[in-house]
């Protein structure tokens, strides 16, 4: 009888191991090895895993879920796969960074987000498999038919990760999750108990007993064909990311003006959809990147009204030709062609909550030549770069001066950063004896409000010396606020406030007195994350009495537009 007790009481205890659903932060399992399971997931998920409108980012709706932990045993690009038993099988997945504390319980609160995450359809071609991969390109995949891979993630020694597996398919089969990092990693199961209180990642990585990336075998390395990740050797963060890649943009307008600039002209402050009543194609652009460890460069050739219009009439078909070489660690100096440091908006609509770009980011230099000094601080939260450049937009020198530029960026946290940048420059002939030195102060704030709401500001000041009369400063100064609110997973409706104050006008030459605000309203369709469709009007207000636009046959102080614009990329 004691013995039929005791099988009872191993069996019972062997299925209540085996019955442990992990289906919530604190009951993850720890993995320490390259690859771990079939399992299948058996237990519902939190609500904190779902929130309906935001299904790139979390579960549309309740499902049965599996979580998983990692610590990162070396410096490294993470890169993983979820391969299923059944390759018509749909699984997704959402990726956690533990920064400290007590994340279990953060996460449980809705405290904390998703850093990666993929609710891609399967597809045939790739049996099913999800996960991270230098094939990515997005960090967050919404449901449908994309693409079945996010961005990699460049990791450190001793973070802590969680990953969410959702099974989209009611339990018809299982699948095994891949972590080729792990490969070679000769250490015990984990012992720590990741749901402690509060998290200690000392302790924790002294567990996993690894203190060097462990030398490659040149004659056994085998990479994997979808990913590209070495499954026996741990060379991810030189080779995660493809050595050579291209890519391309094209983007396409349709704009009305009230103002009258004429047939084939550009409108005032042209840049981005310049003609009037016109289908025209803002840009169509082809980048080559190389990257290897010690070694980058990039070369983008550009086509369209863009470059025309607003461009450098020098090497007017090149937007950016540079070459670095890695100093040290994360010491990086690059030297050629680039575009501009400066700047609340970039230069691309597809880089901008709007297409149009504001007055300021129209008179800001747009593209420069030089060298450039940068310096990337850990976990990619601070950015420094100096520049030493031939002028306020000059890819050719026109005098014996230089220029000389700053650029800092501090991310506080994955929903707030603030940028600083800087350039001082004379583009004074060398002829002329009296010196216009002049500095440029741009100041940037990226905030996240909530999942649907974001909100970029900026403002500018610049000043000139010896532009009063030869003598005395001269200032202008500007400022930006836009405001984006995802109402539908693939559409956004955006506005944007601007003003412009150049009383000297030694930068909107030969405007007297350029004061203007302007008001930019418009709706977004995106139906891929590599695509979008734009409907936006904008106007403009100059001081009274500036009567610099023409429409209807008298001058006025006002112009209206409306763009469609519509762009891809690859």
Not at 241 to 255: N, S, T
Not at 354 to 378: A, H, K, M, N
Not at 432 to 455: D, Q
Request: aromatic share 14%.
């Amino acid at each position: 009888m004691k013995k039929v007790f005791v099988v009872i009481a191993f069996l019972w205890g062997t299925n209540s191991a085996f019955s442990q659903e992990h289906s919530i932060c604190n009951d993850a399992i720890p993995v320490n090895d390259a690859s771990y399971g079939p399992v299948i997931p058996t237990g519902w998920a939190d609500s904190s895993l779902y929130e309906k409108g935001n299904e790139s980012m979390y579960l549309g709706e309740t499902h049965k879920v599996i979580w998983f932990s990692f610590i990162v045993p070396f410096d490294t690009v993470l890169a993983f796969q979820i391969v299923p038993d059944i390759p018509t099988d749909d699984f997704d997945f959402m990726l956690f960074k533990a920064d400290g504390g007590d994340f279990c319980r953060q996460e449980k609160l809705k405290k904390v987000q998703p850093i990666r995450a993929n609710f891609a359809k399967p597809t045939e071609y790739n049996k099913g498999i999800s996960g991270l991969s230098a094939r990515g390109t997005e960090a967050f995949i919404a449901p449908g038919f994309h693409s079945p891979y996010s961005s990699v993630v460049k990791a450190k020694k001793g973070e802590l990760y969680y990953i969410v597996v959702d099974n989209n398919e009611s339990n018809k089969g299982g699948f095994t999750l891949k972590l080729p990092f792990m490969a070679d990693i000769k250490s015990p199961v984990i012992k720590s108990n990741l749901d402690s209180v509060t998290f200690k990642k000392a302790s924790l990585t002294e567990s996993l007993l690894v203190h060097k990336q462990p030398e490659p075998h040149k004659d056994t390395v085998k990479h994997d064909p979808v990913s590209g990740v070495s499954a026996n050797d741990n060379i991810l963060q030189n080779d995660a990311v493809p050595k050579f890649k291209i890519g391309g943009y094209i983007d396409v307008y349709y704009a009305r003006y009230t103002d009258s600039a004429g047939h084939g002209q550009p409108q005032k402050f042209g840049a981005i959809a310049p003609y009037s009543n016109n289908f025209g194609l803002n840009i169509a652009q082809l980048t080559g990147q190389y990257n290897a460890e010690r070694l980058r460069a990039t070369f983008t050739l550009q086509y369209g009204d863009l470059p025309t219009v607003a461009w450098s009439p020098v090497y007017n078909y090149i937007q950016e030709a540079n070459a670095g070489v890695r100093l040290y660690k994360n010491l990086w100096l690059d030297a050629g062609f680039f575009k501009t440091h400066i700047g609340t908006e970039g230069l691309l609509p597809k880089d901008n909550i709007c297409s149009s770009v504001s007055i300021i980011t129209f008179y800001e230099p747009w593209w420069q030549s030089g060298v450039r000094l940068s310096w990337t601080g850990d976990k990619d939260k601070l950015y420094m770069a100096l520049y030493g450049v031939n002028g306020y937009n000059q890819f050719v020198s026109t005098n014996n001066k230089k220029a000389a530029g700053l650029a800092v960026t501090y991310n506080f946290s994955d929903n707030f950063s603030v940028g600083y940048y800087n350039l001082m420059s004379d583009d004074t002939p060398d002829s002329i004896p009296i010196s216009h030195w002049r500095l440029l102060n741009n100041l940037v704030i990226n905030l996240v409000i909530s999942h649907k709401l974001s909100a970029l500001i900026g403002c500018d000041f610049i000043v000139q010396q010896n532009t009063l009369n030869g003598t005395g400063y001269a200032q202008a100064y500007s400022a930006i606020g836009t405001l984006k609110y995802q109402f539908l997973k693939k559409m956004a409706v955006y506005g944007r406030f601007e003003m412009f104050n150049d009383p000297q006008s030694f930068l909107a030459e030969p405007i007297v007195n350029f004061k203007l605000m302007g008001g930019t309203f418009g709706i977004e369709y995106k139906p891929l994350a590599n695509s979008f469709i734009r409907l936006e009007g904008r106007e403009l207000n100059m001081a009274p009495g500036e009567n610099i636009f023409y429409s209807n046959g008298e001058y006025a102080n006002t112009q209206g537009e409306i763009m469609l614009d519509m762009g891809i990329w690859f």
